[in-house]
């Protein structure tokens, strides 16, 4: 079935963003594919970072483990980074995945098994994690991690979580230790320990200033033109009527909206092929009217490449570069070149 929109997925700069990662220190670098690959797809994306040498995935639940668990190369290690629930354990205990075990309940579920784990330690972000005082003897931790809250902007609390985990590294001899998202990565090697887990750089998001030029850009998105339509002086565009012309114009109107990710936060801000074409009036559900008056020969079944540079559309929607990509929806055609 041909689908009226597309999202062009940059299989080459995806293994780049992921070299460029690995190249910032010594440490191994890993891959965050939780929330179906941010989006992208997390098949597409385990199968081409596996292929460039990438041996330490993480999803968020078993479901998703159960997803890419048979794409796991020779060697390969996959994380869940929620834990293992009652609930999980059947699924667990058949699977080459590991918990990142986050709490007392779940070390005693775990410990019982013997088998391997990763161990999440809290160093200030007060989210999923272990305290630092918790009792981990009678485990078989491969990897020992933490994780950093604000590394994407310059506060203090990044390097007091460092110097927090440093302790929890002194206590643990010999275990492998990970701390640092894409974020983190570019706060340079202190914070990069034996593995590193970026997600966001990976998929052409730039967490920081440091990535800025280097990251490149892996989500293309193309919708296709359903009608092209004149408006004359005094009418109006979309829901609500946010947006009145003050002189003739013409429209075209295309198969895409907030159902796809396209977000409302695009209405009357967003555009089409470099700022050619920019958005009018709100973002509908399914459709997206956009200013073609510069463009006569545009028309009915023709193809727009939306602005969607993450850095750019994250500041002009509103939203973070994280949402932009998880909110991409399943009515897309996905290519990967
Ligand atoms: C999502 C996640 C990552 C990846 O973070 P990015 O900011 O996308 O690089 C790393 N570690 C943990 C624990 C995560 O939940």
């Known amino acids: 079935m041909s689908a009226p929109l597309r999202l062009h997925l940059d299989g080459k700069a995806l293994v780049q963003n992921w070299q460029w990662l690995r190249a910032q220190g010594s440490a191994r670098c890993g891959a965050a594919v939780k929330a179906n690959g941010y989006g992208l797809g997390a ?3 385990v199968q081409r970072l596996a292929k460039a040498g990438c041996r330490d995935f993480f999803v968020a639940t078993w479901a998703e483990a159960a997803e890419i668990e048979g794409l796991m190369p020779e060697g390969a290690s996959l994380s869940v980074l929620h834990g293992v629930r009652p609930e999980d354990m059947a699924q667990a205990l058949t699977s080459r995945a590991r918990p990142v075990l986050n709490s007392m309940p779940q070390v005693a579920r775990w410990r019982a098994t013997g088998r391997p784990c990763d161990v999440m330690v ?8 272990l305290s630092s005082t918790d009792d981990l003897s009678g485990l078989a931790i491969q990897t020992l991690m933490s994780h950093l809250a604000s590394a994407d902007e310059d506060v203090d ?5 460092l110097q927090a985990f440093q302790v929890l590294a002194s206590r643990h001899p010999g275990v492998s230790l990970s701390l640092s998202n ?3 990565i ?3 090697p202190d914070y990069h320990f034996d593995l590193t887990r970026p997600g966001l750089a990976l998929y ?7 990535a800025a030029g280097q990251i490149q850009r892996v989500v293309r998105i193309e919708a296709q033109i359903l009608q092209r339509r004149r408006i004359q002086a005094g009418d109006s565009v979309g829901y609500n009527a946010t947006f009145r012309a003050s002189e003739p114009k013409e429209l075209a109107i295309l198969n895409l909206g907030y159902a796809d990710g396209y977000v409302r936060g695009f209405s009357g801000k967003g555009s089409a092929e470099n700022g050619l074409f920019p958005v009018l009036g709100r973002v509908s559900m399914d459709l997206t009217a956009i200013d073609v008056t510069a463009q006569p020969d545009i028309a009915e079944g023709d193809w727009v490449q939306m602005d969607f540079d993450l850095p750019a559309a994250s500041a002009q929607s ?3 570069q994280y949402e932009l990509l998880t909110l991409l929806g399943s009515r897309f055609e996905r290519i990967w070149s």
């Open 43 to 45: 098949a597409e994306v």
């Open 122 to 129: 809290d160093t200030g972000m007060n989210r999923l994690g």
């Open 157 to 161: 609390q990044t390097a007091q979580q």
């Open 182 to 184: 894409s974020a983190g």
């Open 186 to 188: 570019c706060l340079g």
């Open 204 to 210: 052409g998001g730039v967490p920081r200033r440091e």
């Open 318 to 320: 509103g939203l973070s």
